[in-house]
Every structure is written in structure tokens, then in C-alpha cells.
Nanobody, 122 residues
Framework: QVQLVESGGGLVQAGGSLRLSCAAS????????MGWFRQAPGKEREFVAA????????YYADAVKGRFTISSDNAKNTVYLQMNSLKPEDTAVYYC???????????????WGQGTQVTVSS
């Protein structure tokens, strides 16, 4: 069983930056793929970005491409989401997730973190 704990959310002005962290513990596997989803009020949860644990492959949603960067630190069992040029429409609860099959397309998580709130003010 894998446990995921997110941190780094908060309130930021439009155009600002935040970095989210996702610390994994328990039965972590280097073959897994890790990623981020987000859910805004009244909307469905949507894919943001995913990465293989080796960091060799990354995949982004069109809405964040060029602004967000996903990365991993295997030694710390941690995945990061660097978010730059934030917009009010990025406001959401961000969830870290893992896919034991290790695939990015499609990325089908089987375990999730509790989420961290990101609020971007205009």
C-alpha cells in the first residue's frame, strides 16, 4: 500500500508561482507513474501532468503546458509540480496520484493523496 501526502498549496496572485510536493511512502515502486490531477468547485477532476519515476517521460494537459513542470526525486520518494504564470482558472484542489502500471497515456491512478488547495487571485 502506498501513501501520498501533498503540500505546498496556498494563495497566490495571478502571474505568481507555487511548487507542490507529493511525498510517497509505503510500498513505492520505481516502475510506477506519478502525476497530478485537479478539481475546481463544480467541475470534474481533470488531469494536469504525469511522470515516470525515472523522470524520463513526462506528459502534460494542454491547459498547463509551458507553465507547469513535473519532476521527481527518487531518493526522497517525492514528486513535484512547479506552477508558474498562474491564472485564476488554475484555482482548484490539486491531488497527487499514482498508477502502478507505469503508463502516462493513459494515466489511470489507483491511489491518491488527500489534496492541497491552490487559490489564484486576480
Amino acid at each position: 500500500q502506498v501513501q501520498l501526502v501533498e503540500s505546498g498549496g496556498g494563495l497566490v496572485q495571478a502571474g505568481g508561482s507555487l511548487r507542490l510536493s507529493c511525498a510517497a511512502s509505503g510500498r513505492t515502486f520505481s516502475s510506477n507513474a506519478m502525476g497530478w490531477f485537479r478539481q475546481a468547485p463544480g467541475k470534474e477532476r481533470e488531469f494536469v501532468a504525469a511522470i515516470t519515476w525515472s523522470g524520463g517521460s513526462r506528459y502534460y494537459a494542454d491547459a498547463v503546458k509551458g507553465r507547469f513542470t513535473i519532476s521527481s526525486d527518487n531518493a526522497k520518494n517525492t514528486v513535484y509540480l512547479q506552477m508558474n504564470s498562474l491564472k485564476p482558472e488554475d484555482t482548484a484542489v490539486y491531488y497527487c496520484a499514482g498508477d502502478p502500471r507505469g503508463r502516462l497515456r493513459p494515466f489511470r491512478p489507483e491511489y491518491w493523496g488527500q489534496g492541497t488547495q491552490v487559490t489564484v487571485s486576480s
